[in-house]
Antibody, heavy 118, light 106 residues
């Protein structure tokens, strides 16, 4: 059974960089066909796709965040990571990692609440 | 970006009711439309992918239809565990986008 688990700080100061890691177990992150994805959900609001690392080696980002986002993969540790720079209060959200086959996000992490506050 | 508009934003229903949620895309997305259910404090769960395919393990009372720009999610007989928020999501063109959600309440 595939499992995803986010890890990282729950509190980040304004203008600093948010860093989260997603550890994948029960399957290889190098398996073909998948898009390893980050999604966030603002408090009491809907879902926002942040971006993904595709099996082809390409990365795709939401244009609204592209200038501040980096998604990378560490195959040796079966992990992928999110870095979001210059955060503001508007970046306070629950951050999810997920696996995507273009058939929906079939596996999700449990979510990591990140609060931006001084 | 492709905009997805769900309707209604919320609805009240009773156990046993048949309900339908609509998702309209701002441009054609063929059948690249997925539906999710989210309960409080939990990650969303995929119910339907590719507009009409039932995800493994999802009860058959859930069904999806549509193509192009208009899609529907139907629950044929609402069960107590179905009260949740439902989202549509397109995987036709980056950036993937979600609808704003439909809250199904008792």
């Amino acid at each position: 059974q595939v499992q995803l688990q986010e890890s990282g700080p729950g509190l980040v100061k304004p203008l600093q960089t948010l860093s989260l890691t997603c550890t994948v177990s029960g399957g290889s992150i190098s398996s073909g066909g998948y898009y390893w994805t980050w999604i966030r959900q603002h408090p009491v609001k809907g879902l926002e796709w942040i971006g993904c690392f595709a099996y082809s080696g390409s990365t795709y980002y939401n244009p609204s965040l592209e200038s501040r986002v980096t998604i990378s993969v560490d195959t040796s540790h079966n992990q992928f990571s999110l870095r979001l720079s210059s955060v503001t209060v508007a970046d306070t959200a629950v951050y999810y990692c997920a696996r995507d086959l273009r058939k929906g996000f079939d596996y999700w992490g449990q979510g990591n609440l990140v609060t931006v506050s001084s | 970006d492709i905009q997805l508009t769900q309707s209604p934003s919320s609805l009240s229903a009773s156990v046993g009711d048949r309900i339908t949620i609509t998702c309209r895309a701002s441009q054609s997305i063929s059948s690249y439309l997925n539906w999710y259910q989210q309960k409080p404090g939990k990650a969303p769960k995929v119910l339907i992918y590719a507009a009409s395919s039932l995800q493994s393990g999802v009860p058959s009372r859930f069904s999806g239809s549509g193509s192009g720009t208009d899609f529907t999610l139907t629950i044929s007989s609402l069960q107590p565990e179905d009260f949740a928020v439902y989202y549509c999501q397109q995987s036709h063109s980056f950036p993937w986008t979600f609808g704003q959600g439909t809250k199904v309440e008792i």
